[in-house]
Each structure stands twice: as C-alpha cells, then as structure tokens.
C-alpha cells in the first residue's frame, strides 16, 4: 500500500552527476514507460502517486524544500511568517505564465487556495496539505498572505508539494470538468494529448525561467517532449526499454532488478521513498500482543537481512525504525540498535514472561498458545510472500502465526476495527516526521493500525509539530521514536525504493524527496 | 424476415431490462458504502462523501435511482465517472474501436485458422495430420492467453525484434495480440470443423458427389464445409463473446488501450459507473452478435427461412 505525502523536492541527482560533466544538448523526445495511467492529472483533485510522477513536469509550487529541511523560492521569491505562526505573507515572483499565457499572480494563489478547500472539488490530497488554513487576503497583485487558525511547522513545507501547486483559473473555468484530462500549471512542460489508455504527450513550455535554484538550470527544459506510456505488466514494461520502445521504465519490480543490473546497456536508478518502512504495525489492543513483551520478542525473531536478501534480490536496505533512514528527523539504525536479531534473547523474554515451550514446538501460557494472527492484504502479493516468511521465523522461537488473507476493503475495516488481528503490513510515504502522529499519535488518523496509546508520546509530537525550529522539532521526534520503538509498535522489514530502468542515452534525471523523477535537466545524448 | 427480426429485437428486451437490473445492483451489492468505496481508504471527510452521495444520487431510494438509470440509458447516458469526472459514453467510445480491431482480428485468426485445421484433420481423418491437429488444440485450449501473449513478446519482440511489444495503431502492433487472442479460439473452432465434417462426409449426398466424378477439392469445400457450417457459426457466434471478454487480458498484457483495460482500471479504482458501462456495452454486443449469427444459418442453408 503507497501513499504519497507532501513533496520535498529535494534533489537526488543520480546518473552520474551527468549535469556537471557534459554540456547538454537540447532537443529529442523522451519516453517513459509507467505502470499505470492516472484517472486525473487534476492536482488540486487527484491522490494517485502516478498522477504525481507526472504532474510534477507540468506544475510548479510555491516553494522548493530540499531533503534537509530548507525552503527555497519558487513561484515566490520570499516570504514572511508572523511572530505568532498564523500569518504567512507570500512575494510572488512576476512575469511568470500559466502555458495558456494567462499571467500567474495573487490571484490565482487565492484561486488555488480557495478551490482546494471548496468540498465541491472532493480534494483526495491536496486538502490534507492545507492543515490550518483558514482564508486568505490578496494584498497587491503580487503579494499574497495566507492566514493559519494555529500554528504548524509543517504548512511551508506543504506548500511544495505538487498537489497545492497553482493552475490557471481561466483554464480552469473554461473547461470545467475537462481540466483533470489538461491540466494548465506553469511548469516545464505543457500537455499536448492525453490519449486514453495509452500515453501522455507533453512539450517543452518554451517561456519557461523560473525553475528553482537547486535545479542547476533555470532556463526551458532541455527536451522537446516527454511521452509518458502506460504499461501495466511488469515484464513488458522491462522488455520495452530493452527493445527501445521506451528510454526509461518506472517501478522495477526487484526481483528483475539482476537482469537489468548485469546489463551494461542500461543505468539502474534508484531512489528512497521517504516515510515508513514497509513495516507490520503491532496491534496493542489485542492478546497475546498487547503485552509488550510479546511486542520485544517479535522485534527480536525477524532477520530482516535474510529477507531482503532472499526476497528482494538485495536491492532494498532492512527496514531502519518507526522511520526510513533517509527520512530527515530519522534516527539510523534505531531498530537494531534496540533490537538486534538475536533468537536467543526473543526467547528468554518469552520464558520470563511465563510462556512456555511446548512439545509441538508453539509456547503456551496456562493453556493458551501463543498465536499471533496477521492480516494479508490479498491485492498486493508481497503480503502473502512476507507472510509466510514471518511465519516461519517467528515459528523457530515457539510463536505460531496465523494469516488472514483479506481483500482491500475488509482488511482496511479490520485495521480501522482493531480487534481482530495482531499485526498488519502497510507503507506510508510521508516527507516530514509528522508522519509519526499519523500512525501511532491516540487517534492520530486512518492508519493507526497499532491502536496505541501513550499519552507521553502524544505530547511530544503535538509538541513538535508547533514547533518552527528544525533542530529542536528533530530532538523532540527523535525523543518519540526511541519511545515507540521501546514500546515495540513496530516491525520494520526494509525502507522502500523506487527503482528505474534506463538506457545510456537519458542523463541528468533528478528525483525530489518522494523519489519521483523531475525531468526539467534531462537531455539525450543520443 | 422482417417479422422474424422483430420477434428477435422483442424478445433481447427481457434480457436487457434484466441486464439493466443486474447491472445497477452492482453499486449496491457491494459491501459498505458505494461513496466511500468510490472515495477510497483516503482520509477523507464526511463532507466529501456526503457531496459524492449527493452527485451520484445515492441518497435517493433505490426505485428512484433505478429509474433514473434507465432513462438515462435510453438517452444514451451511461452516466458520469465521479472519480475521471468524465462521460463513460465518452470514455468508452474513445477506447472502443481499437477493442473492436482487435477482438475482430482476433475472430478473423481463429476462423482462418480453426477451420483450416479442422477441415484438415478431417480429411485425413484417423491419420498422424488428424493427431498432431487435435493435440495442437488441445494445448490451445488449454494455455493461459496471458502466459501465450508474454511468450510471443519474449519471442517475436524481445529476441527476434520484429514486432513492437506495446501500444496501439498500425497493422505491427496488432498482430501478435491478434494471435495471441485468436489462438484459444481457433483451437475451439478446429475441434467443431473436425467432428462436424466427419459427419457429413458420412453422407450419401457426399458419396453421390464423388460418384458423378467431383475433385476431392470440390467435393470439400463445395459440399461437405458448406454443410458443416451451421454447428460450426454458433461456435464461432459464441467465440466472439469469449474474445470480446478476453481482450480484456490481452489489452493488460500488451498495452494497448481499450474497454478491457478500461474495465480492469475501473475495477481496481472501484469506479462503479465505469464498471457498469463497460459491463452492459459488452453484454450488448454478444446480444448482437448472436442474432447476426442466427441469420447467418440461411446464408449457409438455404433450406433454412425466417418467417
């Protein structure tokens, strides 16, 4: 399961640094093999990771945020935050067109603003970025200033992410319904045809000079056009860039990861999502893993390493804590500094908590086994696979484990239930350590599958997340993992990646802080 | 033939009301809320479910609803996707043809081929060509379209390089899922070639034929096939629906855009009104073609009338 947070932005320049070494040449047409086509390309509307991976050529923001906490200007040259946090007075950056010509201005922030909170446009991501805001007040054609009902150290950052980036207000008016199948932003690139079921063709905005400095390059993008092709099946998606069809393939599924690798014609990219682990959320509610202990021994049994080795080709790093250990505010290794895989110690802490071993090989306590049921999402196969692995590892220390194979509907009415299962396997992409409050924060949102309760923990991010100083904001959620982590909510099995395929030809790709490819200074050097 | 073709188009109606009504369950038949199915796991809030409810008339009792969906049916309305926000009629004209290519390419493979094998290892009934034919089809029945169409890729596209493995448009790109589509159904159709020349060549008419000194080629195709046909055009009658519903695999596989890929979509988005379009459009169409088929038997047998 993949959700996809605010965007940092942030660059990861893969490939060889290819901006720095070759003069690139403009020109060519880029095409690039996407697992799925979106059902709207409406970034104020759509919550789909694939409308995302596109949108972010066609639209610009506000604000850049890099990977290390910083803001940078974008469509707004500076900005000012009130001494109380409410008050957000924004500078656009003149002289810059929507792709329809029309002028981008405080206007169409306000427009922006105020179209993502009207509940008409059934926003499914964009609204959850707009936290506090209450209105805003236009205070000359290019200054703009947002005001917030409290404080929040994470609505600058929000306001990066893809899904609150302005669009024109003329082109939304004028197409109404249509304007998720063309949308109008300022970006890199423009939309020249959607064709349903099949590709995506955008061209280079030839007005274009705005692109944020850590971009390297300003100026209009170096390709003429992109194709953006849709190609459910994994294999073919693979055979396609090795026949050419395509220069580049998103979402390599890691168990073909070896043949790419070992073919010298074609560049491995990859770059880490931020959030979660792929993890299994504890369920704290229900026996035996209510009991912390049980919770410790878990943390204790799973050779994390052999699963990624064995299932995922090694591509994948273990799983590093509550967060990824390239997330900002993460604290590397967290997991197996406090639990280092150790069978030995999973089963002392399982004897001293009076569970016994029995000749069947399964612990029992005054006649009850110690079962631990897990809930598989039955879509997505990975589950089933991880499953049977636990099953076996958590076996060899005298737990048994029973899954509970359900269909996605069932299974998110369970996890939101919480009294029938034990542990559940999600992912969560997030960019900001908030994303700590949505999981285990008491009551925090729709993913708190662990259903835990600490009121110690629930004070330190609320604390947190009023919080402007990233140094203090980080001490204080690095407070909060090493709580969860004693707590044992958590398994981590390995950060996820989002792994590329392409050929030699395609340089200069960069991927921002969600790992999704920013294509403005990719160039052909064919 | 015209009251005939009345009593036919009268006696589709019971069938597509029951379609209709089975169709529109659908959205109801689904545990929880159809909104929030629509909506996803997504936080989202109650407002936003309550406009979703609102736009789709969910809030409406269910006669009314129902009612409201079939008169938008007569006037061509499929409805409106909530989550594309577009026109189904819209979004399923757009896909149509190329399923339409494809499916009828994909008949056209499994006729040419099914019946020239079928009359094949009917005239050398009993013999190592009547063997190989039927073990042939016995594997083409069998095999999984969606593991034949990856093999032909491995193959035709990715070694040899002959033809592209994705996409639509252009004679290149249609062939290996026209193969891929039509191989199952050629298997079927040779079967019923076979077994049912092997029982006119049984005839005496046939013994007749070559008794007054016709060329075994003659003899074949002039009055065995022609007589053979009329089992052999329900089979193909049937084959259609089965392809038309089989592109959906196909389309996945290689690509190519189309009401199968659009349905697949749909589901996975549970967009519901989608579902329903895709559903009911394809049902129509095996209706037609059925009928197209049971007129067909008078071009084949004369003896046959529709009065």
């Known amino acids: 399961m993949r959700f ?61 945020g890099d990977d290390e906490g910083g803001i940078h200007p974008w469509l707004a040259e500076s900005w000012e935050i009130s001494d109380d946090g409410l008050e957000y007075t924004f500078y656009l950056r003149q002289g810059v067109t929507f792709h329809d010509g029309e002028p981008f201005n405080a206007e169409s922030v306000q427009y922006m603003w105020d179209r993502i909170m009207d509940p008409a446009t059934a926003s499914a991501s964009a609204i959850a970025e707009m936290g506090p805001f209450e209105r805003s007040e236009i205070l000359d054609d290019y200054t703009i200033r947002a005001y917030l009902s409290e404080p929040s150290a994470l609505w600058l950052r929000s306001m990066s992410s893809s899904a609150v980036a302005p669009v024109s207000p003329a082109a939304v008016e004028a197409l109404g319904d249509r304007f998720g199948r063309a949308p109008v932003g300022t970006g890199p690139f423009r939309i020249v045809e959607w064709a349903d079921n099949e590709s995506l063709l955008v061209e280079r905005h030839p007005d274009y000079d705005w692109a944020p400095e850590p971009f390297g390059h300003s100026g209009p993008a170096f390709l003429d056009e992109i194709e953006f092709v849709f190609i459910p099946e994994a294999q073919v998606r693979l055979g396609t860039v090795e026949t050419g069809e395509t220069d580049i393939i998103e979402e390599v599924p890691p168990r073909f990861v070896d043949m790419i690798d070992e073919n010298p014609d074609f560049n491995l990219l990859r770059a880490p999502y931020n959030g979660s682990p792929l993890h299994y959320m504890i369920n704290t509610q229900v026996a035996p893993t209510d009991e912390v202990a049980v919770r410790r021994a878990i943390l204790h049994s799973v050779n994390t390493e052999a699963i990624v080795d064995n299932l995922y080709a ?56 110690l079962t631990v049921r897990i809930n598989v999402l039955t879509d997505v196969p990975e589950y089933g696979e991880l499953g049977q692995v636990l099953q076996s590892q958590l076996g060899d220390v005298g737990i048994e484990v029973v899954l509970q194979p359900l269909a996605r509907s069932p ?24 994303m700590l409050s949505l999981l285990w924060r008491t009551d925090g949102s729709a993913f708190t599958w662990s259903h835990y309760s600490n009121p ?23 407070e909060a993992q090493a709580i969860l982590m004693e707590d044992a909510v958590s398994l981590p099995i390995y950060d996820q990646m989002n792994i590329m395929a392409a050929n030699l030809a395609v340089e200069g790709i960069v991927f921002d802080q969600s790992a999704f490819p920013f294509y403005h200074a990719t160039h052909l050097t064919r | 033939m015209s009251v005939y073709l009345l009593q036919r188009f009268a006696s589709a109606f019971p069938v597509l009301l029951g379609l209709t009504i089975l169709v529109f369950s659908l959205v109801h038949l689904v545990p929880g809320d159809p909104a929030e199915q629509m909506l996803g796991e997504a936080a989202v809030s109650q407002e936003v479910i309550e406009n979703m409810r609102e736009q789709l008339g969910l809030n409406r009792p269910l006669h009314e609803q129902y009612l409201a969906y079939v008169s938008g049916l007569l006037q061509g309305d499929l409805g409106t996707s909530f989550l594309a926000r577009r026109s189904v009629a819209d979004m399923i004209g757009r896909v149509l043809p190329s399923t339409l290519i494809l499916t009828f390419a994909g008949l056209g493979v499994a006729i040419v081929l099914g019946v020239s094998l079928g009359v094949l290892a009917a005239v050398n009934h009993n013999s190592w060509i009547d063997n190989a034919t039927m073990v042939f089809a016995l594997i083409g029945v069998s095999m999984p379209s969606f593991w034949l169409g990856l093999m032909l890729i491995f193959t035709f596209s990715l070694q040899l390089g002959w033809f592209p493995a994705t996409g639509s448009g252009g004679i290149e790109r249609l062939i290996l899922p026209a193969a891929t589509l039509g191989f199952a159904g050629s298997a079927i159709i040779a079967r019923m070639v076979r077994s049912s020349m092997l029982e006119v060549l049984g005839q005496d008419y046939i013994r007749t034929a070559r008794a007054k000194g016709l060329g075994p080629r003659t003899v074949v195709l ?48 549970k967009d519901f009104i989608v579902i329903q379009g895709v559903v009911l459009l394809s049902a129509c169409f095996y209706l037609l073609v059925n009928l197209m088929i049971d007129l067909s038997y008078s071009l084949a047998d004369p003896r046959i009338r529709y009065s």
């Open chain 1, 411 to 434: 299974w998110a009415a369970s996890n939101n239930e919480g009294t029938d299962y034990n542990m559940v396997g999600m992912g969560l992409w997030r960019n900001d350590p908030h």
């Open chain 1, 314 to 369: 090694g591509v994948v790093e273990p799983g590093n804590g509550p967060m990824t250990a390239t997330m900002p505010g993460s604290v590397e290794g967290i997991y197996r500094d406090t639990y280092p895989f150790d069978t030995e110690a999973a089963a002392a802490i399982l004897d001293d908590a009076g569970w016994e071993l029995g000749s069947d090989g399964v612990r029992t306590r005054d006649g009850e086994r």
């Open chain 1, 456 to 478: 110690e923990f629930d004070a330190i991010v609320d604390e947190a997340v009023r919080l402007t100083d990233v140094e203090q904001r980080f001490a204080l959620y690095a």
């Open chain 1, 4 to 64: 996809i947070g605010s965007m940092f932005a942030a660059l990861v320049i893969l490939s060889g640094a290819a901006l720095a070494q070759n003069e690139p040449q403009m020109g060519g047409k880029l095409t690039v093999g996407i697992e799925y086509e979106p059902v709207t390309l409406d970034p104020h509307v759509t919550g789909q990771a694939n409308a995302r991976r596109m949108l972010h050529n066609i639209v610009d923001t506000l604000v850049y």
């Open chain 2, 222 to 269: 002039q009055h065995v096939l022609k007589n053979a046909m009329i089992p052999v055009l329900t089979v193909i009658g049937l084959e259609f629906g089965r392809l038309l519903s089989g592109t959906v695999v196909i389309e996945v596989v290689f690509s190519r855009p189309g009401i199968g890929r659009l349905l697949v979509d749909a589901i996975l988005k």
